[in-house]
């Protein structure tokens, strides 16, 4: 049996002493702050235990990995329907484009690039206020991760507030079209706020696992999604997961994945284990450097890829 707690701690190791760290986003300025030195790794396995290397515990902004669970919240509301609102293809483009909307009806792609995660939140929203759809969109982290002191970063919200021109551009532009139900503000507020969930690796980790358990937390035996449900979430995540990165992050690392530009990864590895990293600097395509690396590494080590 190889020694996961090492060859996380080996991994961490490594990577904190690597020099080429990636670029912190600097659009939202709040994030531009933020230190490129952490790094973070943390593997649940199947038994519930939890591997760590670096700050585990350090809580990051989730960015983008909260489509994940908004994808999962929106899917329980609307079911297949939620397709009639988004795709489900890869894109091909950086998460924050626009020209593909016009083309296609101004029917975003899949639900992890900005407009299509944009039109999920939108989903959730429907016939509630903001205020009520972050409450059930924060309630639903807390209730996966076991943890009830699982907030959000007010800061970071406000930020993007303020500096999120594209993303208006992007919900202004769906409207147009109806795609949107909801005031584009009311919509746009819930979405930048959920972004700013800020969470650990340990508990993004924790949160991950019903998806690679059929759909079930088997720390606490709720059934959180069908199989066949939490099946398809995966193949989105390695479809479209890494934006116009996904084909290199299959190729290298072999799992379906969620990245965010605050740094984050979330990875699943079917039946065996839902892992977390974190390293704030990014490639080209707004995804974690050493992230990826990190997790090639543990994938390889392992042979956990799904290839
Ligand atoms: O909408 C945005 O631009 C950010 N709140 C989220 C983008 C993101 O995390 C891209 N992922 N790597």
Redesign the pocket.
Same mark, same amino acid.
């Given at each position: 049996m190889p020694d996961i707690d090492l060859i996380v701690r080996e991994i961490a190791e490594e990577m904190r002493a690597r020099p080429d760290r990636g670029d912190v986003a600097t659009y939202?300025p709040e994030l531009a702050r933020v230190d490129p030195a952490g790094f973070a790794l943390a593997v649940v396995d199947v038994d519930g235990h939890v591997a760590v290397g670096g700050d585990a515990d350090v809580a990051f902004s989730i960015?983008?990995i909260s489509k994940v669970f908004t994808l999962t919240l929106a899917l329980g509301k609307a079911g297949n329907r939620l397709w009639e609102r988004v795709g489900r293809e890869p894109s091909g483009s950086p998460?924050?484009s626009i020209v593909q909307l016009e083309n296609e009806r101004g029917i975003p792609r899949n639900p992890f690039i900005?407009a299509g995660a944009i039109a999920v939140t939108d989903v959730i929203l429907s016939g509630h206020q903001p205020k009520e759809a972050l409450g059930e969109i924060l309630r639903f982290m807390r209730f996966l991760a076991d943890d009830p002191t699982i907030s959000m970063d007010d800061a970071v919200a406000a930020s993007?507030q303020r500096t @999120?021109f594209r993303?208006r551009a992007l919900a202004n532009y769906m409207k147009a079209f109806g795609v949107l139900e909801n005031p584009v503000d009311y919509t746009l507020g819930v979405?930048?706020h959920h972004?700013a969930i800020a969470m650990s690796c340990r508990q993004l980790a924790l949160a991950g696992r019903f998806l690679a358990h059929g759909g079930r937390n088997p720390a606490t035996g709720h059934s959180v999604v069908s199989p066949e449900r939490a099946r398809r979430i995966n193949a989105i995540m390695m479809t479209c997961g890494h934006?116009d990165g996904s084909g290199e992050f299959a190729y290298r690392v072999g799992l379906p994945g969620k990245?965010?530009? @605050?740094g984050g990864i979330l990875a699943i590895a079917p039946r065996k284990a839902s892992i977390a990293v974190w390293s704030p600097g990014l490639d080209a395509s707004?995804?974690s450097h050493l992230g990826r690396i990190a997790l090639e590494r543990l994938t390889q080590r392992l042979g956990w890829s799904v290839f």
């Open positions: 939202i960015q983008s998460f924050n900005n993007e @999120g993303n979405y930048f972004c934006y990245s965010g530009v @605050g707004g995804n």
